[in-house]
């Protein structure tokens, strides 16, 4: 069961604030609401309250919806405006609201208010998401680089710059063979920006679109280059071990 959204309304007509309220309940939208009439309320209910979109007014008693732009950094804005007066419902975008509405005297703008609320909702929890992931990959211990479907590489973490030596500006745009051998994952190895090279544990994702065409892939390097010079010291160690005890039998057996 999806949450129900949380509005904060900012509305100075009581007509208008009662229009609202007599819509949410007519169509059973699932809202959890709160309205206050002044700019001062919105601030104090900002402050005691999460809300998920905020819709405003754009003209109000003690100040303006670019002020509460200014306010509600991170929730989406939809900002109501009278008729005839788009450009400020332009500038109020350019200031940073999600989308506006143009009130009409019959209030059927209220029709197109829930369409608006969900898409703007959505689309704030989509770039919440997206931003979690980034923060996420960007700040892991692996190597993390993203190529499109032509093998061009398009986006490299912070891990990716320590290990391979390259900034972001040196290989965005560039085929991924400058990082080495081409490899499908697994174990493999690759090519620093000195030129040095190093092995790595490789595995890859495919990215689908919307529509299920590969975007393209995601690739996650481990550098293994302390683990394989164990191992071969251990190769090493045992084939000492073996030697010798070859030879010490091969010695049993003469003096025998």
Same mark, same amino acid.
């Given at each position: 069961?999806?949450?129900?959204?949380?509005?904060?309304?900012? !509305? +100075?007509?009581?007509? &208008?604030?009662?229009?609202?309220?007599? =819509? $949410?309940?007519?169509?059973?939208? @699932?809202? =959890?609401?709160?309205?206050?009439?002044?700019?001062?309320?919105?601030?104090?209910?900002?402050?005691?309250?999460?809300? %998920? *979109?905020?819709?405003?007014?754009?003209?109000?008693?003690?100040?303006?919806?670019? &002020?509460?732009?200014?306010?509600?950094?991170?929730?989406? $804005?939809?900002?109501?405006?009278?008729?005839?007066?788009?450009?400020?419902?332009?500038?109020?975008? #350019?200031?940073?609201?999600? +989308?506006?509405?143009?009130?009409?005297? +019959?209030?059927?703008?209220? #029709?197109? $208010? @829930?369409?608006?609320?969900? #898409?703007?909702?959505?689309?704030?929890?989509?770039?919440?998401?997206?931003?979690?992931?980034? =923060?996420?990959?960007? =700040? *892991?211990? %692996?190597?993390?680089?993203?190529? &499109?479907?032509?093998? *061009? *590489?398009?986006?490299?973490?912070?891990?990716?710059?320590?290990?391979?030596?390259?900034?972001?500006?040196?290989?965005?745009?560039? @085929?991924?063979?400058? $990082?080495?051998? !081409?490899?499908?994952?697994?174990?493999?190895?690759?090519?620093? #920006?000195?030129?040095?090279?190093?092995?790595?544990?490789?595995?890859?994702?495919?990215?689908? +679109? %919307?529509?299920?065409?590969?975007?393209?892939?995601?690739?996650?390097?481990? &550098?293994?280059?302390?683990?394989?010079?164990?191992? !071969?010291?251990?190769?090493?160690?045992?084939?000492?071990?073996?030697?010798?005890? %070859?030879?010490?039998?091969?010695?049993?057996?003469?003096?025998?």
């Amino acid at each position: 069961m999806t949450d129900p959204i949380r509005i904060l309304l900012i !509305e +100075d007509d009581t007509v &208008d604030q009662l229009a609202f309220k007599r =819509h $949410l309940e007519r169509e059973k939208l @699932p809202y =959890h609401y709160e309205v206050v009439q002044s700019m001062r309320d919105a601030l104090a209910a900002l402050k005691r309250q999460v809300f %998920d *979109i905020i819709v405003s007014d754009y003209n109000l008693g003690d100040g303006t919806a670019l &002020d509460v732009c200014e306010a509600a950094k991170g929730i989406p $804005l939809i900002v109501i405006t009278g008729a005839g007066n788009e450009e400020i419902a332009v500038k109020a975008l #350019k200031s940073g609201a999600y +989308d506006y509405i143009i009130k009409d005297a +019959d209030r059927n703008y209220l #029709k197109v $208010l @829930p369409l608006t609320v969900e #898409k703007a909702v959505q689309s704030n929890r989509a770039d919440k998401q997206v931003k979690m992931l980034m =923060h996420a990959v960007m =700040h *892991i211990n %692996d190597s993390v680089y993203i190529t &499109d479907t032509q093998g *061009i *590489i398009r986006f490299v973490n912070q891990a990716f710059h320590q290990t391979y030596g390259f900034s972001a500006e040196e290989v965005i745009g560039k @085929p991924v063979s400058v $990082l080495g051998e !081409e490899c499908q994952g697994g174990e493999c190895i690759q090519r620093r #920006k000195d030129g040095s090279t190093f092995y790595v544990s490789l595995s890859k994702s495919i990215v689908r +679109d %919307d529509s299920g065409e590969v975007a393209g892939v995601v690739a996650v390097a481990r &550098d293994i280059t302390e683990r394989k010079a164990a191992e !071969e010291a251990l190769r090493a160690s045992e084939e000492k071990y073996r030697q010798f005890f %070859d030879e010490d039998l091969a010695g049993a057996f003469i003096a025998t």
